[in-house]
C-alpha cells in the first residue's frame, strides 16, 4: 500500500482512534479537522481524477465535498469503513449532482489514457466501484458502507464491471 494512502480502521484501537478524531472534529477543534483533511484529501483526489482525468475538475470536486463534509459532519455517525469510504461518497455524489460525465472518443496517447478511455464508457456505478476498489485500493466491505450496498452487490458490480472493461479494452485493441 502506498504511503500516503490513508489507514483502514480496521484494529479495534484504530477504530476507536477514529471515533476520538470524529467526535473532535464534530466540535470543530482545527487540529482534528486538518489531521481528517490531511489523511484522506490525496486518496479521495485521486479517486476522483481517476474518473475524470482532469486535475482542475477533481481539486474542485474533492474540495467541495470536505466542504460538504464540514457541513454535515454535526450528523456523522460511523459506518463501516470509516471516514474514508464516506469521503469518497460524498466526492462521487458530487460528480452526480453537478452531471458531470466522462468525455468520451479522445484519441489515447498512452495505455493509462486508453485505460481510462474504457472506464468512462462504463455506468457511473461500474466506475465508482472499480475506482474504489482497485485505484484507492479499499476493500469491499469499505467500498460497500461507502457506496450503501451489501458485500455480494458491491462483488457482482465489480465482477460486470471487470468484464465490461475487457470487452472495451479488447474492442480497442482490435479497431
Known amino acids: 500500500m502506498e504511503d500516503d494512502m490513508p489507514p483502514a480502521p480496521i484494529t479495534p484501537q484504530a477504530a476507536a482512534d477514529e471515533r476520538e478524531l470524529v467526535i473532535r472534529a464534530q466540535r470543530y477543534e482545527p487540529e482534528a479537522l486538518e489531521e481528517i483533511y490531511d489523511t484522506y484529501f490525496d486518496a479521495v483526489y485521486r479517486a476522483i481524477f481517476a474518473r475524470v482525468g482532469d486535475h482542475t475538475v477533481a481539486e474542485a470536486v474533492t474540495g467541495q465535498a470536505f466542504l460538504t463534509a464540514l457541513e454535515i459532519l454535526p450528523k456523522y455517525h460511523r459506518r463501516p469503513g470509516g471516514l474514508h469510504p464516506w469521503l469518497q461518497y460524498l466526492a462521487a455524489r458530487e460528480l452526480r449532482a453537478h452531471g458531470w460525465r466522462p468525455t468520451p472518443g479522445r484519441h489515447p496517447v498512452h495505455e ?45 458490480l465489480q465482477h460486470r464491471a471487470l468484464q465490461a472493461l475487457l470487452r472495451l479494452m479488447a474492442a480497442r485493441d482490435a479497431a
Open 112 to 156: 493509462a489514457d486508453e485505460l481510462r478511455g474504457a472506464l468512462a464508457e462504463l455506468t457511473p456505478d461500474q466506475q465508482e466501484v472499480l475506482t474504489m476498489r482497485f485505484l484507492v485500493g479499499m476493500p469491499v466491505e469499505a467500498v460497500a458502507a461507502g457506496t450503501g450496498r451489501r458485500r455480494g452487490q458491491v462483488r457482482a
